[in-house]
């Protein structure tokens, strides 16, 4: 006889890795759309972003038809922690949108003149959104552990370019709104790691029942 | 009662609310025949606190109840080994009679079993009587006070003479209740209370459990793991006869240390 309560479980969870993926590639084409200036990408990710928020109501309406059901132990953490992920995988996605919107205003503007490193912020982004979510598909505690402190170094890159791009606004005060642009965009970068960061720790929630936001010591 | 005459062994399992011990069991073996139904239980069970026992059927948790307050015995095949002190008086102690450890400590089970004969305040009163208790003053007060402890004064003052069967399932199962704290016990032991009830009756009997442990001790045997995650402080998991684990209430259902305990609670086994 099959386990409904498992079944309905696995459902759940590959219905969160199917968002993720979505997540993912809204964060990629969106740097890309920036990048490389790329107006239709950027308003493609956009209109896409409505089927990320579809996948947030459809996990919780899956995770509250278990919680019915009074799952305990590893399955209640599991259920929990999908709703928290989809939280973040849907806010990921909004960040995505709003680096979109900026690279679609930029896109209609010439090129601002400064060498930003945002290649690499994003970079450092993306790779922490994907190992997180990596962790937990494999439900890999340690690796998710080690995800929480590469936030440190994506604050400090965007606080860097926040810098670079504030000098040159002093400087070149015309490109001032091309440039609170990018410092939006960069800024949406640093958020997506932050929620790269939470779902790690949900993920060592999850594996380990133990609650490590925060910092609190328990 | 007999009092402490030798040092205990150490528990191996500790109280994990925090509170007093009401029930030290050390070594608790218990054999029908050749078959050990228990097999060496240690544990400590907090005073004022609410202790759930779960596991599968068969595994021991109806005994482990029935012997804190003697029961096996009415069993001639049972056989016991190891110690239970309730507030550290050795409840098994050669002159110690069983009625008195089952004065002390009281039982509810799975199924109301209120006296068909009697009226609902004869049904109260019956164990008081019993003791010799004549005065109709004082059996009235008792009675009230019983009732009112059991949550169920105000649906049945009006019909104390009434007899107890013509309350409904979950007023009968009260009614048991009040039956058992009129003696005024120190530890009240429930068999799966509420498993015969539908959810509104099981919702006063959980509430009733809750408020109930200010005044006394409760460990309550259930197969319902919500209903003892929403009423119990402390849960222990019995496995085969062995106490698997044992903790606070909310780490057992959350994070179980072991790996029996989390595959029962989610339903892999049992």
């Not at chain 2, 110690?96 to 450890?101: A, F, M, P, R």
């Not at chain 2, 609902?120 to 059996?139: A, H, I, K």
């Not at chain 2, 209740?177 to 099981?202: F, G, H, K, N, W």
């Not at chain 2, 009733?208 to 119990?232: C, G």
């Amino acid at each position: 006889m099959d386990n409904h309560f498992e079944i309905g479980l696995e459902d759940l969870r590959q219905k969160l890795l199917l968002m993720a993926s979505r997540a993912e590639s809204a964060v990629n084409d969106s740097v890309q759309a920036l990048m490389q200036r790329n107006y239709d990408l950027a308003m493609k990710v956009r209109a896409d972003d409505d089927i990320i928020d579809a996948f947030e109501i459809e996990i919780d309406e899956m995770a509250i038809q278990l919680l019915t059901k009074a799952p305990l132990a590893s399955n209640l953490r599991l259920v929990t922690v999908a709703m928290k992920v989809s939280q973040n995988l849907e806010r990921i996605g909004d960040e995505a949108t709003k680096i979109a919107k900026r690279a679609r205003d930029l896109a209609e503007e010439p090129p601002v003149k400064i060498v930003l490193d945002l290649p690499r912020l994003a970079g450092m982004a993306l790779a922490m959104v994907k190992d997180a979510l990596d962790s937990f598909v494999q439900r890999d505690s340690a690796a998710a552990r080690a995800i929480v402190p590469r936030d440190k170094e994506v604050d400090a890159l965007n606080r860097e370019m926040h810098n670079a791009l504030a000098q040159h606004m002093m400087a070149n005060p015309d490109t001032i709104g091309r440039c609170l642009h990018w410092i939006v965009a960069a800024k949406s970068l640093e958020r997506i790691a932050d929620h790269a960061k939470n779902i790690a720790e949900e993920v060592v929630y999850l594996c380990e029942a133990q609650d490590i936001r925060h910092n609190l010591k328990k | 009662m007999a009092t402490l005459s030798k040092p205990m062994p150490n528990a191996t399992l500790e109280p994990p609310t925090g509170k007093a011990t009401a029930l030290a069991v050390r070594g608790l073996s218990i054999y029908f025949g050749d078959h050990a139904v228990l097999k060496n239980v240690s544990i400590d069970i907090a005073a004022h606190a609410v202790t759930a026992i779960i596991g599968p059927s068969g595994c021991g948790k109806s005994t482990f109840l029935r012997a804190i307050n003697r029961m096996h015995e009415l069993n001639p095949e049972a056989r016991m080994e190891g110690e239970i002190r309730l507030f550290g008086d050795d409840i098994y102690s050669r002159d110690v009679e069983s009625v008195v450890v089952r004065r002390r400590v009281g039982m509810v089970f799975q199924k109301s079993n209120p006296f068909p004969t009697m009226s609902v305040s004869e049904n109260v009163t019956v164990g008081l009587r019993l003791n010799g208790l004549r005065d109709r003053r004082q059996l009235a007060e008792r009675t009230e006070e019983s009732l009112r402890m059991a949550a169920l004064w105000d649906e049945v003052k009006d019909r104390l003479q009434a007899p107890a069967i013509s309350l409904s399932g979950g007023q009968q199962q009260r009614l048991c209740i009040a039956r058992a704290l009129a003696v005024q016990p120190e530890v009240l032991l429930m068999d799966e209370p509420a498993s015969a009830l539908d959810p509104l009756a099981t919702q006063k009997i959980e509430d009733l459990i809750i408020e109930l442990k200010k005044d006394y001790t409760i460990v309550i045997v259930t197969h319902n793991m919500q209903q003892a995650a929403r009423s119990s402080d402390a849960t222990a998991f019995f496995y085969l006869g062995e106490l698997i684990e044992y903790g606070p209430t909310t780490k057992i259902f959350t994070k179980p240390a072991q790996k029996r305990t989390e595959d029962y609670v989610t339903g892999r086994f049992g």
